[in-house]
């Protein structure tokens, strides 16, 4: 049997954390460890974590240090092949780990990353993500979000795979870690998994999409108010103010590093369109979030050089990319 190690991140997930624990702890192929990785939360959350599971692997910072580095923290050391990786708003079937690793063992070394179908927690007959693509001003599109649950997709490829749920397989870890970081820390939170994926891709890693390995997702259930906060049209607008300059920033950051020129001139007349939208949105109803253009020209030669080293090694054709628009 494959040896895994679980990571769980948790911040101020007080709701669902033993529920996201006790499921993984219920697996039928068990990992070899459980890391729980605590950001600073002040919800009551890390206090049941410590009382419940003092058994477990805790590592707890004072800090909100951001989902990425929780992410590295949490998996430095790791002792499995294949490490699942865990938001604490997620609740995995028992059969999760072992669809995914059944169908591991069957693939070809290039096999770097794999995910399952994510459901709406509170509509579990609502798809959340059955894998990710990019959308035509490349932005990162979950397949089927919102969609009901048809079982449209078969076990197959996709681009990359939704951060909240997610499986890497060790080699791959070692190869695509920039400077020791598998997620980007720059980023903090928001974008990081895309970020990673296209990476991967770059360097000649395969992601599967495994519709067998079913979870539920409550989206963004770390942030308060959850259900109100996320819910409706204006999700966007009612987000802490750094959250919005961070999702705008980081948008920007996985197209320097990682979108081929001519990726970036094929979908010009649709992202030309996209980004005047957002600049007048921001102008005239969310001024706070200029900053965000502050962050990407203070990090523009930070992250061209993240793009130079990448590229350096890159191991697939630009003209590929364009099969993962939908």
């Known amino acids: 049997m494959i040896k895994y190690t679980a990571v769980i991140i948790n911040y101020n997930c007080l709701s669902m954390i033993k529920a996201c624990i006790d499921s993984v702890i219920e697996q039928t192929f068990k990992p070899i460890e459980i890391r729980i990785v605590d950001s600073a939360s002040k919800d009551g959350s890390a206090e049941l974590i410590k009382k419940e599971f003092a058994g477990l692997k805790l590592l707890f910072s004072k800090e909100n240090i951001g989902f990425s580095k929780a992410v590295n923290n949490g998996i430095y050391g790791a002792e499995g092949e294949y490490l699942l990786v865990l938001n604490s708003d997620v609740v ?45 001003v490349l932005k990162p599109k979950e397949r089927g979000y919102l969609n009901k649950d048809t079982s449209a997709f078969s076990y197959g490829r996709v681009f990359s795979a939704c951060g909240a749920a997610v499986v890497y397989k060790r080699s791959m870890i070692q190869e695509v870690s920039e400077n020791g970081q598998l997620l980007d820390e720059d980023f903090f939170m928001y974008f990081d998994d895309l970020d990673l994926g296209w990476r991967a891709n770059t360097l000649g890693w395969k992601v599967f999409y495994v519709p067998e390995a079913r979870a539920i997702h409550a989206r963004g259930g770390s942030e308060r108010g959850e259900r109100k906060l996320l819910a409706g049209k204006y999700a966007f607008a009612r987000k802490p103010v750094e959250t919005r300059r961070r999702i705008l920033a980081n948008r920007y950051y996985v197209l320097i590093k990682n979108c081929p020129l001519s990726l970036l001139l094929l979908q010009f007349p649709f992202i030309v369109i996209y980004e005047l939208a957002v600049l007048c949105y921001i102008v005239f109803s969310d001024f706070r979030s200029l900053a965000a253009y502050y962050y990407v020209f203070k990090d523009f030669n930070k992250m061209a050089e993240k793009r130079r080293k990448i590229f350096s090694l890159k191991k697939f054709s630009s003209k590929e990319l364009s099969k993962w628009i939908i």
């Open 92 to 136: 995995l079937d028992r059969f999760f780990m072992e669809n995914i690793l059944k169908k591991a063992m069957l693939e070809s070394a290039d096999a770097g990353i794999f995910c399952g179908k994510l459901l709406k927690y509170h509509n579990n007959g609502i798809v959340d993500s059955e894998g990710q693509f990019l959308s035509r």
